[in-house]
Nanobody, 123 residues
Framework: EVQLVESGGGLVQAGGSLRLSCAASGFTDDDYAIGWFRQAPGKGREGVSCVTSSGGSTYYADSVKGRFTISSDNAKTTVYLQMNSLKPDDTAVYYC????????????????WGRGTLATVSS
């Protein structure tokens, strides 16, 4: 059973940084992909960034390009989202889920979600 646990959210001022972590377990295939999604208050969930387990393919939403960086550790058990130059519009609950990078975005391929971690950016 695939399980994902997010951590690293918090309160930060605009212009600051946060690093989110997604601890993954239960994947039976060495080739998988994980994506970060976010849901702001009153809005739908949107794909932010995703990466293959090899690190060879990534996707970034236009709204975070140049500010966020996705990566995974060598053991491929944790996926990180480094968020720099944060803006109040980045305030959201951030979730990770199995998702494959495509040209159009992060394509979810398993119905599994973590519980999320809240990132709040104050102006």
């Amino acid at each position: 059973e695939v399980q994902l646990v997010e951590s690293g959210g918090g309160l930060v001022q605009a212009g600051g940084s946060l690093r989110l972590s997604c601890a993954a377990s239960g994947f039976t295939d060495d080739d998988y992909a994980i994506g970060w999604f976010r849901q702001a208050p009153g809005k739908g969930r949107e794909g932010v960034s995703c990466v293959t387990s090899s690190g060879g393919s990534t996707y970034y939403a236009d709204s975070v390009k140049g500010r966020f960086t996705i990566s995974s550790d060598n053991a491929k058990t944790t996926v990180y989202l480094q968020m720099n130059s944060l803006k109040p519009d980045d305030t959201a609950v951030y979730y990770c889920a199995p998702a494959m990078p495509t040209q159009q975005g992060c394509h979810r391929y398993l119905e599994v979600w973590g519980r999320g971690t809240l990132a709040t950016v104050s102006s």
